[in-house]
């Protein structure tokens, strides 16, 4: 009869032996499921981004998206703030989180596209790339289709409210002083910017968590995949 202490052994050993089968890297993995795996993956962090941002309160509701007055023209409203005077600019930053909030589900469509068109040698890149290698690609491949869908979205969401004009006359003077960035002297264009920040910010959290906890990936490829990295 075998003494526990052999039995224990040879249990850890087997052990071992087993987790060393089924432990995968990703030279193990087909080019046709790294690929897999990152499409599902990309695409659950880009459906999760646009609901979460997409809804009444998505952006104004998050801190780390929410849209404020740029540049100086925020520092003048925080002081406007402190004085009591916050109303108007109160307004006016309520309007633009709903505009971007307006115009974000528009991505979806686009972004599923661009993982669609994902290449195996884009696959490759991603894989070897940094740990935002796959939102970075979203976004080289679907930034400016976005944009173009936010922009007459942003336009009409401002333009109702009435508050369009009163911003982009005194940002534009702002601009001109230098003390705004002539990029943001344009409500509709300094609002887009900001959405397709706040969008590819949150997809950006989507792949880091999936990449430090694979489980929590939607497909059984993408946790293979993710689990391999």
């Given amino acids: 009869m075998l003494r526990p202490s052999v039995v224990f052994a040879g249990l850890c050993a087997g052990l071992l032996l087993s987790t060393n089968v089924f432990a ?3 030279s193990d993995l087909s080019q046709s499921d790294a690929t897999g795996g990152l499409k599902d993956a990309l695409t659950q962090g880009a459906q999760i981004a646009v609901k979460e941002l997409g809804v009444p309160g998505g952006f104004s509701n998050n801190k780390d998206v929410r849209i404020e007055l ?10 406007m703030k402190q004085f009591g005077m916050g109303a108007q600019v109160d307004q006016l930053e309520a309007s633009m989180n709903q505009a971007a909030e307006a115009a974000v589900p528009q991505a979806q469509a686009l972004l599923v596209d661009a993982v669609k068109k994902m290449s195996v040698a884009d696959a490759k890149g991603i894989l070897s790339g940094g740990n935002d290698s796959a939102t970075q690609y979203l976004s080289k491949t ?9 922009l007459p979205i942003v336009k009409q969401a401002t333009d109702k409210v009435g508050v369009a004009q009163k911003y982009n006359s005194f940002a534009g003077q702002a601009a001109a002083l230098g003390v705004v960035d002539s990029k943001d002297a344009n409500i509709e264009g300094y609002v887009t910017e900001q959405a397709l920040n706040g969008l590819f910010k949150m997809i950006g959290e989507q792949e880091e968590s999936i990449r430090k906890n694979p489980a929590e990936a939607a497909t059984s490829l993408a946790k293979k995949v993710f689990g391999a990295m």
């Fill in 142 to 150: 679907s930034r400016e289709q976005i944009r173009a869908k936010f």
């Fill in 24 to 26: 995968l890297s990703l």
């Fill in 70 to 79: 740029p540049g100086s023209l925020g520092k003048v409203a925080k002081k």
